[in-house]
């Protein structure tokens, strides 16, 4: 079974422009979690989507957005880009929520974005 | 807002002894989730507790629920150099799935 991958691998952009990744989840996989990693603050969680809804959503500016389509696949786009949004970007998906008690989640290698 | 205290930051350990990073909160945790991250890699999911004074094993790691559910612990015995990385801890409360994580303990193992 192919795990959770994640497009662009890399991707180098300019302040003020936008930007939008891509995720695919493990096949029949429907929750779909957003992560942002950096040196300075760590691992921080952005949002969480399920059946094409946003169930959570964590401490980050409206500039961060996000939408899950039906065939459970994921994009997250990010607005008037700053130098502080350079960062390691991380798709998660679970075949179960949360609160299941067989709960488990599988990153994606993430897409390492730099905002010169 | 919530904030999870990892400890400690860094660990060296010689390989054959064990090794235990903690996770504590002020505030009571709904569950807390344990990921390792090797170096250059992403967070590989290691396991949920949900329960209080819940405790589970998975081979050489022992993870461990506090029963006021405010603290949390990795135990691995007889560290081996394949387990070295970023041990995280990220935990939620109040009902929803908006985890915090801390900051990671980063385990070297000397041969």
């Known amino acids: 079974k192919a795990g959770v991958t994640q497009t662009p691998r890399y991707l180098i952009k300019t302040r003020g422009q936008q930007v939008t990744l891509s995720c695919s989840p493990i096949?029949?996989?429907?929750?779909v979690s957003w992560y942002q990693q950096t040196p300075g603050q760590g691992l921080q969680f952005l949002f969480e989507y399920f059946s094409e809804t946003q169930r959570n959503k964590g401490n980050f500016p409206g500039r961060f957005s996000g939408r899950q389509f039906s065939n459970s696949r994921s994009e997250m786009n990010v607005s008037t880009l700053e130098l502080g949004d350079s960062a390691l970007y991380l798709c998660a998906s679970s075949l179960v929520p949360w609160t299941a008690s067989s709960y488990e989640q599988y990153f994606g290698p993430g897409t390492r974005l730099t905002v010169t | 807002g919530q904030q999870v205290m990892q400890i400690p930051q860094y660990q060296h350990v010689q390989e054959g002894e064990d090794f235990t990073t903690y996770c504590n909160s002020s505030t009571t945790l709904s569950n807390i989730q344990w990921y390792k991250q090797r170096p250059g890699g992403h967070p590989v999911f290691l396991i949920q507790l949900v329960k209080s004074g819940e405790v589970k094993k998975q081979k050489r790691l022992t993870f461990q629920f506090g029963e006021a559910k405010k603290n949390s612990s990795l135990h691995i015995t007889a560290t081996q150099t394949t387990d070295v990385g970023t041990y995280f801890c990220a935990a939620s409360s109040g009902g929803s799935y908006i985890p915090t994580f801390g900051r990671g303990t980063s385990l070297i193992v000397h041969p």
């Open positions: 096949s029949g996989h429907r929750s």
